[in-house]
């Protein structure tokens, strides 16, 4: 399907009447993305489709302003279309057969429309996307920062909508809840890549500061004991709270090797990769550094203060004698 993008509004037929004469002639189907179609243009578009035959149809852009123009730059690029802008110096009644783009299929809906496969060379849309990076990287702007990234997005694949359904409001909340937390994760492993999850990576990393803590020692040696025992507390926590006894659970993953683990929904023991078991690396990164710093912050600070817990003790036992 041939593409052609336009970023103004198409009101008369003359300036667009070579073009559209041009596709004709290949017999390739039309696709019109453009910030509308209206009057004489889209009546000559519905008539030439309905008794010529003509594969044409008009979409309008997404966005508004600056960001329907930069959206319809990085369309463009991802489909292999010339973009076409009197500000670029091209003209609508100029544009020959090479300046428009293509796609494998489009699906065109009343409120949005799909491209599948687009005919953009790769470098130039390995270009765009890093540009967009440094852009989300520099802005100071959480809106355009979330704009940019779903532009990002569009141009790595796509954009996906979750709409979970749930029998209460309760409910909602928690599966909204999990798909949120499941989202950041997700983008976080795009970021970082995976590790085993089920404290496994943490587990695997004690070899590590075994080896380290043999050559350094004083202040060192005793910081990497300290984390060495703190690292075992995630696959330790996670076994207790799954009623199981978290000494036995460790004892037995640190026997094992590589991404092997303990799955705590089945109480089985594998390859925490082929049972789906992951967590992002960031996320784990970020835990032990944040972690680290929130000790040390507590290790020179002369004083805290924290709530006093409340005594929750049942009520005492009457005295001797007493009745009911």
Not at 53 to 67: I, Q, S
Not at 258 to 268: D, I, K, P, Q, Y
Not at 293 to 302: D, Q
């Amino acid at each position: 399907m041939t593409m052609i993008i336009i970023p103004k509004k198409i009101a008369a037929m003359k300036e667009f009447l070579p073009v559209l004469q041009t596709v004709a002639e290949t017999g390739r189907p039309l696709l019109i993305i453009a910030e509308d179609v209206e009057g004489e243009a889209l009546a000559t578009l519905v008539v030439n489709r309905l008794r010529a035959g003509l594969k044409v149809a008009a979409v309008k852009a997404p966005g508004f302003g600056d960001r329907r123009k930069a959206m319809l730059q990085d369309l463009a690029i991802l489909t292999g279309a010339e973009f076409i802008s009197e500000e670029l110096g091209l003209k609508l009644e100029n544009v020959t057969v090479e300046m428009l783009g293509s796609v494998k299929k489009a699906v065109i809906k009343k409120e949005d429309t799909t491209l599948i496969e687009g005919g953009g060379k790769k470098e130039e849309i390995t270009k765009r996307k890093e540009l967009l990076k440094r852009q989300i990287s520099e802005s100071d702007s959480d809106y355009d920062k979330e704009k940019l990234q779903e532009r990002l997005a569009k141009l790595s694949g796509g954009v996906g909508v979750i709409r979970p359904g749930a029998a209460t409001e309760v409910e909602m909340k928690e599966k909204k809840d999990r798909i949120d937390d499941a989202v950041h994760a997700t983008k976080a492993a795009v970021e970082e890549g995976i590790l085993p999850g089920g404290g496994v990576s943490l587990i695997r990393s004690i070899e590590t500061l075994q080896k380290l803590s043999k050559s350094t020692s004083g202040d060192e040696k005793l910081g990497i004991e300290i984390l060495t025992k703190a690292i075992t507390s995630p696959l330790r926590q996670i076994a207790e709270n799954s009623g199981e006894e978290g000494s036995i659970v460790l004892q037995k993953v640190l026997s094992m090797k590589g991404s092997e683990g303990w799955n705590a929904l089945t109480n089985t023991y594998g390859d925490m990769f082929e049972m789906g078991i992951i967590d992002p690396k960031k996320v784990v990164r970020l835990t032990v550094e944040l972690a680290a710093s929130i000790a040390g912050l507590l290790l020179t600070t002369e004083a805290t203060i924290t709530d006093e817990q409340k005594d929750n003790t049942a009520l005492s036992a009457a005295p001797v004698g007493a009745q009911y």
